[in-house]
T-cell receptor, first 116, second 110 residues
Framework: DVKVTQSSRYLVKRTGEKVFLECVQDMDHENMFWYRQDPGLGLRLIYFSYDVKMKEKGDIPEGYSVSREKKERFSLILESASTNQTSMYLC???????????????FGEGSRLTVL | RKEVEQDPGPFNVPEGATVAFNCTYSNSASQSFFWYRQDCRKEPKLLMSVYSSGNEDGRFTAQLNRASQYISLLIRDSKLSDSATYLCVVRASGYSTLTFGKGTMLLVSP
């Protein structure tokens, strides 16, 4: 089974702190994604990556950055956390759409971040 | 217009009932369609892909109407374990990212 592991299930941080959310997948997937999910707003894409050292902005990249130094690991960084970044953060991975697969997303269990 | 729209519900149905959800999408160039299921406080998981000819997986039937740009999910003989939020998901041609609807909540009661 595909396993996507997020390092922290629950975090509480203070405004202005730097926050790292780590995600590791064990299926050698090329694609990795970071979403946030908020009540009434659904899942929104923050950043994604098609390959090592590559990154693309999603729909709401402001206030976030990412790092993909190894294929299996995709990190989300909040340089200076703010209260409006309190949310559930979901990491996902997939094979590319096409002959290699359907592009199905496999999600981690999520990291619930509270910024005070 | 929102890219993928769903009725948020909740749909409250008794066990054994048949329930249907619809979803509309705005991008006529969209090529791939899916239903994901998300249990309370859990991550989303793929329920089924939606093919042009329609497809069935046990009690679940998914259909696509490209002319009207909507996708449907029919659940027959509802079980308590079907209680979840159902997310309609669309991928535009040439892109690898998915666009998620906000989900429809289903509550199945005894």
């Amino acid at each position: 089974d595909v396993k996507v592991t997020q390092s922290s299930r629950y975090l509480v941080k203070r405004t202005g702190e730097k926050v790292f959310l780590e995600c590791v997948q064990d299926m050698d997937h090329e694609n990795m994604f970071w979403y946030r999910q908020d009540p009434g707003l659904g899942l929104r894409l923050i950043y994604f990556s098609y390959d090592v050292k590559m990154k693309e902005k999603g729909d709401i990249p402001e206030g976030y950055s990412v790092s993909r130094e190894k294929k299996e690991r995709f990190s989300l960084i909040l340089e200076s956390a703010s209260t409006n970044q309190t949310s559930m953060y979901l990491c996902a991975s997939s094979l590319p759409q096409g002959s290699l697969g359907t592009g199905e997303l496999f999600f981690g269990e999520g990291s619930r971040l509270t910024v005070l | 217009r929102k890219e993928v729209e769903q009725d948020p519900g909740p749909f409250n149905v008794p066990e054994g009932a048949t329930v249907a959800f619809n979803c509309t999408y705005s991008n006529s160039a969209s090529q791939s369609f899916f239903w994901y299921r998300q249990d309370c406080r859990k991550e989303p998981k793929l329920l089924m892909s939606v093919y042009s000819s329609g497809n069935e997986d046990g009690r679940f039937t998914a259909q696509l109407n490209r002319a009207s740009q909507y996708i449907s999910l029919l659940i027959r003989d509802s079980k308590l374990s079907d209680s979840a939020t159902y997310l309609c998901v669309v991928r535009a041609s040439g892109y690898s990212t998915l666009t998620f609807g906000k989900g429809t909540m289903l509550l199945v009661s005894p």
